[in-house]
């Protein structure tokens, strides 16, 4: 049995578009609604800006990895030996169960198709997702 290598804090239902969000996104999502608290706020903006400092953004590299006709579904999910990064998840967490919405932490070996990969995170586009034509 192999140990698991990836891990991933999602919506526990899809979206509109039928993937599951990441936290980052739910928690964005209150935000630009308006429903987060001073506090909330206040940690969603110092805690976001630390992220983008700590780790690069995929999209900057490769502006075609979350391209939904090139990588349908892709999803980042942090590599399991990146403590540092998913031990500041429990403040978004917290911001999500104070509102009600559902995020679960999912683990896998191999969670899919690599799209691209650094030293704490990869996105994947998982096996069997839709392609650009709605096959499977």
């Given at each position: 049995?192999?140990?698991?290598?990836?891990?991933?804090?999602?919506?526990?239902?899809?979206?509109?578009?039928?993937?599951?969000t990441?936290?980052?996104?739910?928690?964005?999502?209150?935000?630009?609604?308006?429903?987060?608290?001073?506090?909330?706020?206040?940690?969603?903006?110092?805690?976001?800006?630390?992220?983008?400092?700590?780790?690069?953004d995929?999209?900057?590299?490769?502006?075609?990895?979350?391209?939904?006709?090139?990588?349908?579904?892709?999803?980042?999910?942090?590599?399991?030996?990146?403590?540092?990064?998913?031990?500041?998840?429990?403040?978004?967490?917290?911001?999500?169960?104070?509102?009600?919405?559902?995020?679960?932490?999912?683990?896998?070996?191999?969670?899919?198709?690599?799209?691209y990969?650094?030293?704490?995170?990869?996105?994947?586009?998982?096996?069997?997702?839709?392609?650009?034509?709605?096959?499977?």
């Amino acid at each position: 049995m192999r140990e698991v290598s990836h891990v991933r804090f999602q919506s526990t239902v899809r979206n509109a578009r039928g993937t599951y969000t990441g936290v980052f996104g739910l928690v964005n999502g209150l935000a630009r609604e308006g429903r987060l608290s001073a506090a909330q706020e206040r940690f969603r903006r110092l805690n976001n800006d630390w992220y983008n400092a700590a780790y690069l953004d995929p999209s900057d590299v490769d502006p075609s990895v979350y391209d939904r006709e090139v990588n349908p579904e892709a999803a980042a999910w942090f590599k399991s030996s990146a403590r540092h990064l998913i031990e500041r998840v429990d403040g978004y967490l917290e911001i999500l169960a104070a509102h009600g919405v559902g995020c679960r932490m999912v683990r896998a070996v191999d969670p899919g198709r690599v799209v691209y990969e650094d030293a704490d995170q990869v996105v994947v586009v998982p096996y069997g997702a839709c392609g650009a034509h709605g096959e499977r």
